[in-house]
C-alpha cells in the first residue's frame, strides 16, 4: 500500500508498488511505474515515461522525465528509467530520451547529489557518484562505479570509462578511459585512481599493469592506435587491459590530453 499525501496529485493511472511514500505536493503523472519501497520527497515531479525501480529515493523538488531540450524532439513516447537503489538528492533534473535511444538510462545504486543535470539519452551504468551541480549535454555515456566530481560539466557524446575519478569544477569535453583520474583546466590524464581501484579490491599486481599500459598510452611517442597495437602485444590480457582496448575501440570524441 502506498502512503500519498494529502496534498499530493497521484495519477490513478500510475502504477505504485507496495510501501511507495509520496511526500507533499509531489505531481505524479499517468504513464509512470514506481517500484516497491520507493520515497518521493516534497515537491517531486514524476512526467510521463518514469520508470523507477525498487528502493528508490527521489529528493524534494526534484523533476524526473522532463521533455528532451533538443529541437529535433516531436513528442515520441520515450522514457527515463532508473534502477534499483538509487539516490538522486534535491533539486535534480532528469530528462528522458529522444528516438535516439528512446530513454535515458539510470543504473542500480548509483547517488546522484543535489543540482545534477542528466539530459536526454544519457546511459549512466551501476554505482556512479555524481557530486553537485554536474551538468551534462545529451548522449553522455558513463561506465559503472566512476565519480563525478562537484561542477563538472560534461560535453554530450562524451564517454567516461568505469573506476575512473573526474575532478571538480572541470570541462570534460573528450572521453576519459577507465581505471584513470581527470583533472587539471584542460583536463588530463592524472595518473591510475589508484586510491578507488586499491578501495574496490584490485590487487597492486592489476594496478601496475593498468599504470603500465596508459604509460604506453599518455607517456609515449606512440599514436593512441600504435599503443593499444603495444599494449596487445607486451602487457597481460587481463579483463581490465581488455576494458582499456575496448574503450579506446569505442572512443568517439579523442582521450583527454596526457
Known amino acids: 500500500m502506498a502512503n500519498i ?10 502504477e505504485l508498488g507496495t510501501e511507495v511514500e509520496i511526500g507533499p505536493m509531489c505531481t505524479v503523472n499517468e504513464d509512470v511505474i514506481i517500484g516497491d519501497n520507493c520515497s518521493l520527497g516534497q515537491g ?3 512526467e510521463n515515461g518514469t520508470r523507477l525501480g525498487q528502493n528508490c529515493h527521489i529528493g524534494h523538488y526534484s523533476i524526473l522525465s522532463c521533455p528532451p531540450q533538443d529541437l529535433k524532439f516531436k513528442n515520441e513516447k520515450t522514457y527515463l ?12 533534473t532528469l530528462h528522458r530520451g529522444t528516438t535516439f535511444h528512446y530513454k535515458t538510462s539510470i543504473g542500480k545504486n548509483c547517488f546522484i547529489m543535489t543540482y545534477v543535470h ?11 557518484i555524481i557530486a553537485n551541480a554536474v551538468n551534462m549535454g545529451g548522449h553522455v555515456e558513463i561506465d559503472a562505479n566512476a565519480t563525478i566530481g562537484g561542477m563538472t560539466a560534461i560535453h554530450q557524446f562524451v564517454k567516461i570509462g568505469q573506476h575512473s575519478f573526474i575532478g ?7 572521453d576519459v578511459p577507465p581505471y584513470i583520474r581527470a583533472m587539471g583546466e584542460p583536463p588530463r590524464y592524472g595518473g591510475t585512481n589508484f586510491i578507488g581501484l586499491d578501495r574496490k579490491g584490485f590487487s597492486r ?3 601496475l599493469e593498468i599504470k603500465r599500459a596508459y604509460k604506453l598510452i599518455f607517456h609515449s611517442e606512440y599514436t593512441v592506435s600504435e599503443a593499444a597495437e603495444m599494449i596487445g602485444k607486451n602487457i597481460n590480457m587481463s579483463d581490465e587491459i581488455q576494458n582499456i582496448l575496448d574503450f579506446l575501440k569505442r572512443s568517439d570524441r579523442g582521450l583527454i590530453r596526457g
Not at 81 to 92: A, C, L
Request: aromatic share 2%; with cysteine; glycine share 8%.
Open 205 to 207: 599486481e592489476v594496478i
Open 118 to 128: 542528466v539530459a536526454h539519452d544519457c546511459i549512466i551504468r551501476d554505482n556512479v
Open 44 to 46: 517531486v515531479i514524476l
Open 168 to 174: 571538480g569544477g572541470l570541462r570534460i569535453n573528450k
Open 5 to 14: 499525501h494529502p496534498t499530493a496529485m497521484v495519477s490513478p493511472k500510475a
Open 81 to 92: 528509467e532508473v534502477g534499483d537503489g538509487t539516490i538522486i538528492r534535491e533539486f535534480t
